[in-house]
């Protein structure tokens, strides 16, 4: 089973700075059709998970071109550019490439 | 406007059965892999199970083999998931999600809470 290790588990932002999560996988994600199949989900208080990036660094539908994703391989980024007060709650990784996996969550709140 | 919407979430006696229902709207329901999740008090996201489109291809988490089915009418553009001998672990909220295609989850329904306990 592939394994998602999220870092940091908890972050403590200022509103309008910038933050980081990391993502790294036990087994690369490369598929051999050439995509990478890592995505990225924030869960809100008391909601259902929502669909940020795809496939790395794709935004979903409707979602604020301050997120953004990078990264290749085992090893991914998910970055905020400046942190609104919408963007607090747990961020998920997750593996699709075999079955799907989830990393631990990391928590983002406000300082 | 694409939804999901589940129901059957109970409390139920450990070694009992229940069945959670997910109904879909606004798209082509034939057309998509969907998904159960599940997400325990106050832990992360898990997934459950997945079915393709006509229901031929189904694929559990190794914790539900054998206990827990996944089903689909694409006539009632509904799935659902038949659980069965469940256990305290399994109390949760289960979420139902579309498949856009490799665990792009993009739409998830509102969540049903099953507590597994005596």
Known sequence: ?111 | EVQLVESGGDLVQPGGSLRLSCVASGFAFNKYWVTWLRQAPGKGLEWVANINGDGSDTRYVDSVKGRFTISRDNAKNSFYLQMSSLRGEDTAVYYCARDEGWGRLGYWGQGALVIVSS
């Open chain 1, 1 to 111: 089973d592939i394994v998602m290790t999220q870092t940091p588990l908890s972050l403590s932002v200022t509103p309008g700075q910038p933050a980081s999560i990391s993502c790294k996988s036990s087994q690369s994600l490369l598929h051999s059709n050439g995509k990478t199949y890592l995505h990225w989900f924030l869960q809100k208080s008391g909601q259902s998970p929502q669909l940020l990036i795809y496939e790395v660094s794709s935004r979903f539908s409707g979602v604020p071109d301050r997120f953004s994703g990078s990264g290749s391989g085992t090893d991914f980024t998910l970055k905020i550019s400046r942190v609104e007060a919408e963007d607090v709650g747990v961020y998920y990784c997750m593996q699709g490439i075999q079955s799907q996996t989830f990393g631990q969550g990391t928590r983002v709140e406000f300082k």
